[in-house]
């Protein structure tokens, strides 16, 4: 049982993560084409 939850809990982390990264490039480009 504790297994599954540390991950189900990295898989959260990592998606976070992922997600968290991916709004960021696309802050980026969006501010880049507005200032362009």
């Known amino acids: ?19 968290h990264t991916f709004g960021c490039i696309f802050f980026l480009c969006t501010r880049k084409l507005l200032t362009f």
């Open 1 to 19: 049982m504790l297994e599954v939850v540390s991950c189900v809990v990295q898989f959260i982390l990592e998606y976070h993560v992922s997600i």
